[in-house]
């Protein structure tokens, strides 16, 4: 039994670090995410979490579409942390 609670508990943990925060709708150009020392292209349908840095270069394009409904875009060449994302979403701001 406390072989089970102790699962349990680290999926909990888990689940609470990694929470999806974002997801893509549009993306054009070569828009990543870095995690860690890992760099992933970005396409329609991914799943972005409260970890991590996209990056996009110039004439990138990324449109992402929160939790809560909130739509957001990315046109600009940069890098973005995807925490400050989601409180620029919450203000219904773009970069």
Not at 30 to 37: D, E, N, Y
Request: proline content about 2%; glycine content about 8%; cysteine-free.
């Amino acid at each position: 039994m406390i072989h089970k609670s102790l699962i349990l508990i680290l999926l909990f943990s888990f689940s609470i670090y990694s929470q999806e925060i974002l997801k893509v709708i549009a993306a054009k150009g070569k828009p990543a995410i870095k995690i860690g020392s890992n760099s992933i292209l970005l396409n329609p349908g991914d799943k972005i979490f409260n970890h991590g840095t996209i990056i996009t270069s110039e004439f990138d394009y990324l449109s992402l579409i929160s939790n809560n409904g909130g739509v957001f875009e990315i046109t600009t060449k940069g890098s973005y942390n995807t925490k400050d994302i989601e409180t620029k979403v919450n203000q219904k701001k773009n970069f």
